[in-house]
């Protein structure tokens, strides 16, 4: 069975900081995409950032990065510049078999 | 440009009641993803359909589940004699393309949810 762990329940950085989130999955396909998500108190599911598995460059959105290690099946998601608006539940999800995976999720505070 | 719509955003069922959940995918995506997602969890896949078909429903209850997504009209999920443990929020989402296209724009864009709370 596919996995995804989030070993991280919940994290804090100080306003303007900047914050990593771990993940690591189990899968046996090649080709895959991986995602990361967004879910703050109002509930909707956003769409922060994504990574073809065939491409070695790291992907990169505005303050949003990732670092993707594929032998290690590891896909961090760095947020630099923190805002009090990032404040939210975070999933990493990859693309597999039609479906997504997800992990448990990080839960992110931000201190002003 | 609307987003994936879903209605209700709040549904109350008593046990033994019919769920119906509606989901309008983004205008000119035609793939279709129910995930169900728990308190304090995150979403596990149940449905995903195209246009009239379902393509893979490995993670729906075999018993009382069943969704669809005809030519006209929204995709709806059917829950039939809900018990308390349906109790969650449903969220759909679409895509452009499927795993079968080449242009491989996997990106799902998810509705708000429906939050069914069995009484």
Not at chain 2, 17 to 29: F, I, V
Request: hydrophobic share 30%; net charge positive.
């Amino acid at each position: 069975a596919q996995t995804v762990t989030q070993s991280q329940p919940e994290m804090s950085v100080q306003e303007a900081e900047t914050v990593t989130l771990s993940c690591t999955y189990d899968t046996s396909e090649s080709d895959y995409y991986l995602f990361w998500y967004k879910q703050p108190p109002s509930r909707q599911m956003i769409l922060v950032i994504r990574q073809e598995a065939y491409k070695q460059q790291n992907a990169t959105e505005n303050r949003f990065s990732v670092n993707f290690q594929k032998a290690a099946k590891s896909f961090s998601l760095k947020i630099s510049d923190s805002q009090l608006g990032d404040a939210a539940m975070y999933f990493c999800a990859p693309f597999s078999n039609y479906q997504l995976i997800w992990g448990a999720g990080t839960k992110l505070i931000i201190k002003p | 440009n609307a987003g994936v719509m879903q209605n209700p955003r709040h549904l109350v069922r008593r046990r033994g009641q019919e769920a119906r959940l509606r989901c309008s995918p983004m205008k000119g995506h035609s793939h279709v993803y129910w995930y169900r997602q728990l308190p304090e969890e995150g979403l596990k896949f149940m449905v995903y359909l195209q246009k009239e078909n379902i393509i893979d429903e490995s993670g729906m209850p075999k018993e009382r589940f069943s969704a669809e997504f005809p030519k006209e009209g929204p995709s709806i999920l059917r829950i039939q004699q809900v018990v308390r443990g349906d109790s969650a929020a449903y969220f759909c989402a679409s895509s452009l393309t499927g795993p079968s296209d080449s242009t491989k724009s996997y990106e799902q864009y998810f509705g708000p949810g429906t939050r069914l709370t069995v009484t």
